[in-house]
């Protein structure tokens, strides 16, 4: 897979999902088949290439997450309908 700084391309995500550590900063997680990224908010970035399938890519990338900055919490989104009101 072809990174851009760490990046996955857009077209190797399948699953993205967003996490508050302890400290209130956020920590995104993207995973696909062939690999994942967790980008921190300190805009640093952890990454691996796998070909294991996305679900075992993501909590590989959770595990790692949970090891660089603690206990994560899942971050409260807001749908777009709620913000447009």
Partial sequence: MKRFFGMMPVSEIER???????????VRIDAGPNGWTVRFADMSSEYKDESIGTEANFKNAYDVAVECVGPLTPAKTERKEETEK
């Avoid at 993205?16 to 956020?26: A, I, K, N, Q």
């Fill in 16 to 26: 993205t999902e967003r996490f508050v550590d302890e400290c209130g900063l956020s």
